[in-house]
C-alpha cells in the first residue's frame, strides 16, 4: 500500500511523540491514577462506586495534558471523565456502596444491572425501531432510522479511546450483551447497502470506530469504492480520538495507513466526513490534536463537529461561541449542538430546553456567519431530529417553535409546529402542544410505527 505521508520537522516529531504509548485506567486501576491522590478518600471512594454502574475509562494523554488539577472537581475535561458522586440517584449510590463494602462480586453486579434498568439504556426506540431486517433476519449491528442514512456499529469498534460521563451509547460499555449493538459480519453489511439504493450515506459508529486497527477499518470500507456503491455518497466516521487520542492520526503505528484509507476513499469521489465530538475548546488545544487536524483534512477529508449541551461542561454561551470560532480557524465545520439525551447519568448533566436555547441563540451571536453552520439545539427524539428553533409569542401564547431537521418520515423535515412552552422541560417528551391541541401533527403517524 502506498503510505499517506505529511511531511514534520525533528523539533515537531520531539514534541508531538511524548505520548506514543497507550495507557487506560478502568475502575479497576482508578487507585493507580496518581494525581487522584490529592482527592480525600472519600471521593475517590464515591467514584469507585459510580464507575461500577457507568463506564469509566481514561487515558494517561487525558490525564497529563486535558486536566487542570489544580482545578478539580470543576474542571471540564475532569467532569468529562471522570466519575461524579451526583451522577447516580442518591438511594441508588447508597444501594451500591453498601453492595461494595460487602465485595460480593454476584451482589455488585446484580446491583450494577438493576440500577442501569432504571436508566434508559436505548433511548428513541433504537432498539426497538431502529433495527432493519434483512434476508428475513433483523441486521445485527445496524440502524436504519431515517431514509438516507445507515448507521453501523463494528465489532472491533465497539469501546473508545476514553469514556464520556455523559455518553448516552454507555450501555454499549458495560459488559451486558443483550444492551449492546455490534456486528462482525461484514458481507450482510454490503448486502444490505448494495440492495438498499436510497441509501447515501453510511456512518461508522460505536463506540469509537478509530480504535479499530487500520486495516479492519478498511475491510468495512474499501469494498464501497466498487461501482456496485455509487449511490452511496458520503461515508462518514464518528469519532472522539482527536480529543481522547489524537496520536491515532500522528505517531500511531498505522497512522500513515488510515490517511492513505481516507485519502482513497476522498480520490474515488466519496465525500468523507470526520464527526468529531468537541464538547469544550480546551479539548483542541494541544499541539498534537492540530497536527492530527491537519493531517486528517490533508486527505481531502472534512471533520464536522458536534457536541450537547452538557451542565458542569459547557452550559455558558463563550464556551461555545468560543469552540466554534476556534473550530472554523482549524478549518472545522460546526455542525450540531445536541439536547443531552434522556438516558444515563442525564440527572447530572441535563440543562432545561428554554435555558439551552438562550445558550445556542446567545452563542450563536457572538461568531461571524462562516460559524453559524451549527444546527441546534437539536434532541435526537423517538420520532426524529427535533430542532428548537426559538421561543415565540402566538396567539397570546408563550410557545417553542420546533422543526424536524430528520424524522422517520421525510415529510415530517423542515414542517413547524408548536409546543407549550415550559422552562421545567428537559426533553422533547416533557413537552406538550400548544393552543389546546391534544396531539402533535405526527402523533398518530408516529404511534402507528411504534405498533
Not at 312 to 323: G, L
Request: hydrophobic share 40%; with cysteine; net charge negative.
Amino acid at each position: 500500500m502506498n503510505q499517506f505521508i505529511v511531511q514534520t520537522s525533528v523539533a515537531e516529531s520531539t514534541s508531538l511523540s511524548k505520548h506514543t504509548r497507550f495507557k487506560v485506567y478502568t475502575e479497576r486501576q482508578l487507585e493507580q491514577i496518581q494525581a487522584l491522590a490529592k482527592l480525600t478518600e472519600e471521593q475517590r471512594f464515591a467514584m469507585r462506586v459510580v464507575a461500577n454502574v457507568l463506564p469509566f475509562r481514561v487515558n494517561q494523554y487525558v490525564i497529563d495534558e486535558l486536566i487542570d488539577w489544580n482545578n478539580i472537581p470543576y474542571d471540564p475535561i475532569f467532569q468529562l471523565t471522570f466519575p461524579q458522586k451526583e451522577m447516580l440517584d442518591p438511594a441508588d449510590f447508597d444501594q451500591m456502596a453498601q453492595a461494595l463494602g460487602t465485595e460480593d462480586k454476584a451482589l455488585i453486579a446484580q446491583v450494577a444491572r438493576d440500577i442501569r434498568t432504571k436508566l434508559n439504556p436505548h433511548p428513541a426506540g433504537q432498539q426497538q425501531m431502529n433495527v432493519p431486517v434483512f434476508e428475513d433476519e433483523p441486521l445485527e449491528g445496524v440502524q436504519h432510522k431515517y431514509r438516507e442514512t445507515v448507521l453501523f456499529f463494528p465489532s472491533q469498534g465497539q469501546v473508545c479511546h476514553s469514556y464520556c460521563t455523559f455518553c448516552f451509547r454507555w450501555a454499549q460499555f458495560v459488559g451486558d450483551k443483550e444492551l449492546r449493538f455490534a456486528a462482525n459480519e461484514v458481507t450482510r453489511l454490503h448486502g444490505y447497502l448494495r440492495f438498499n439504493r436510497q441509501v447515501t450515506d453510511l456512518l461508522m459508529t460505536g463506540g469509537d470506530p478509530m480504535v479499530m486497527k487500520t486495516s479492519h477499518l478498511a475491510n468495512y470500507l474499501q469494498p464501497l469504492l466498487k461501482a456496485e456503491f455509487d449511490h452511496l455518497q458520503t461515508i462518514r466516521i464518528g469519532t472522539k480520538s482527536l480529543t481522547f487520542w489524537p496520536q491515532r492520526y500522528v505517531t500511531d503505528e498505522d497512522a500513515p495507513e488510515l490517511l492513505h484509507l481516507l485519502k482513497q476513499l476522498v480520490d474515488s469521489g466519496k465525500h468523507v466526513a470526520i464527526m468529531a465530538h468537541f464538547n469544550h475548546w480546551r479539548e483542541m488545544q494541544t499541539p498534537i490534536v492540530q497536527e492530527a487536524i491537519r493531517r486528517i483534512r490533508a486527505t481531502g477529508a472534512v471533520i464536522r463537529t458536534q457536541a450537547p449541551i452538557i451542565q458542569h461542561i459547557n452550559d455558558d454561551p463563550s464556551v461555545w461561541s468560543r469552540m466554534w470560532r476556534e473550530q472554523v480557524e482549524l478549518g472545522l465545520v460546526p455542525y450540531y449542538m445536541f439536547v443531552e439525551r434522556d438516558t444515563g447519568s442525564k440527572r447530572y448533566f441535563e440543562v432545561p430546553l428554554a435555558r439551552t436555547y438562550e445558550i445556542y441563540r446567545q452563542a450563536i451571536t457572538q461568531v461571524s456567519g462562516i460559524a453559524r453552520t451549527a444546527r441546534g439545539p437539536s434532541m435526537s427524539a423517538g420520532p426524529g431530529k427535533v430542532e428548537i428553533q426559538g421561543v415565540a409569542e402566538l396567539q397570546g401564547e408563550k410557545v417553542f417553535v420546533l422543526r424536524f431537521i430528520q424524522g422517520r418520515n421525510p415529510d415530517w423535515v423542515q414542517r413547524p409546529f408548536f409546543a407549550k412552552y415550559d422552562e421545567q422541560a428537559m426533553w422533547f417528551d416533557d413537552l406538550v402542544p400548544a393552543f389546546g391541541e391534544d396531539k402533535f401533527f405526527f402523533t398518530d403517524e408516529y404511534n402507528a410505527m411504534q405498533a
